[in-house]
């Protein structure tokens, strides 16, 4: 039995759920973070928790970020009590760098569609987090379940220097989005598949984290190894949480290590890209520096949706890099690197670090060395 007084305050709980959601902080780690932050506002408690401070960069002062305490907590929604039981378990969540609490929030109430509404709120408050806010880099761990490898500062387009139309981009992804009824309807697979080739240090991991800041979608990255078998990647991709972006790195070492025993087949790739085993509305990129190595299959018309090619910087974008980084002197920049071959990383990694010089001319000498020793050791990973 709950009964309220005139002020609407819960006097007496005896509450026993019907309908109950469970989250857990492997997967749905922002979720509960919204979740907890919202329901505050409909909380009486005073016992609360801190997950540290978030700095107000217009006013210069840091607010600290609280949340409800660990423990089992009844609020008051929409005419409706939902309760919530928020706990740390003793099983400890390893990730990259070190070990976290594994946490589940687990949602109770007595109509499903107050609790739907209630998680939606709760999201939706933070559909547009400030700058400060941070979207999660997930990595896949064994037995198919991802672990947060780290938390990444938004990333703003206006340091983004590509020759592509990024509005565009932004637009197509909105397209799709707004039209999943569409895609329901007609019994159309609701994804969107990109491949991004070209050459290292070309920006194909920049644009991913750059749309990921945008939509406000978390990045979860997948690598084909020896080690990965079907079940495994078709577990990775069901357990994804929402609202992230699926990149599939260096795809084409998936066709190398073919005759090499490699664990995961052909067939399951493609069952995961627009098969059976697709996932509903998601965002994958296919990342390769080699296309020609490339199934054919693969690259099909319906299968990839957006194809965009990566290459050495142009002139175009060493204007805009180089004009965001100083306000003189871009005539005798361009003449210096009139006939050279440079990618976007070590453009932006030579002008980053003489940002603060009077005449960046004078280490012109260093831009080269670093391009040389670029060219002999070919990396193979990009700049973030």
């Not at 099983?91 to 070990?99: G, S, V």
Request: charged share 25%.
């Amino acid at each position: 039995m709950i009964e309220s007084n005139q002020n609407n305050e819960i006097t007496n709980i005896e509450f026993k759920p019907t309908r109950t959601i469970k989250f857990s902080s492997d997967i749905n780690a922002k979720t509960i973070a919204y979740i907890l932050k919202f329901a505050l506002n409909y909380s009486e408690d005073t016992d609360l928790l801190s997950d540290g401070f978030t700095h107000d960069r217009e006013n210069n002062k840091y607010n600290l970020n609280l949340k409800l305490n660990y423990g089992t907590h009844l609020i008051k929604y929409e005419d409706n009590f939902i309760q919530l039981i928020y706990k740390k378990e003793s099983e400890m969540l390893a990730t990259a760098d070190d070990l976290r609490c594994y946490e589940t929030l687990q949602l109770g109430g007595l109509i499903q569609q107050n609790l739907l509404d209630f998680v939606e709120a709760a999201r939706s408050s933070n559909a547009n987090p400030d700058r400060n806010d941070k979207l999660i880099c997930r990595i896949l761990k064994q037995g198919g379940m991802w672990g947060i490898l780290c938390k990444l500062s938004k990333r703003s387009d206006k340091t983004l220097f590509m020759d592509v139309d990024l509005e565009e981009i932004f637009q197509n992804i909105q397209t799709f989005f707004d039209d999943e009824d569409d895609y329901v309807e007609h019994g159309v697979p609701f994804k969107m598949n990109f491949l991004f080739h070209g050459i290292p240090g070309t920006g194909k991991t920049s644009l991913i984290y750059t749309i990921a800041s945008h939509f406000n979608f978390d990045i979860a990255f997948l690598n084909i190894t020896r080690d990965l078998d079907d079940n495994t990647f078709t577990r990775a991709v069901t357990n994804l949480p929402d609202n992230s972006i699926l990149v599939l790195e260096d795809i084409d070492a998936l066709f190398v290590e073919r005759d090499s025993k490699c664990g995961v087949s052909f067939s399951t790739v493609l069952n995961v890209l627009d098969g059976m085993t697709k996932k509903h509305k998601l965002l994958t990129f296919l990342t390769t520096n080699y296309k020609d190595r490339l199934d054919s299959a693969l690259k099909r018309s319906g299968r990839i949706d957006y194809e965009l090619e990566f290459s050495y910087a142009t002139k175009k974008q060493t204007k805009a890099m180089y004009s965001y980084f100083f306000n003189d002197g871009l005539d005798e920049f361009l003449k210096f690197t009139k006939k050279m071959k440079y990618t976007t990383s070590d453009l932006h990694k030579f002008l980053f670090k003489y940002r603060k010089c009077e005449n960046i001319m004078n280490h012109t000498d260093e831009f080269v060395e670093l391009l040389n020793k670029n060219a002999e050791s070919a990396p193979d990973h990009f700049y973030i």
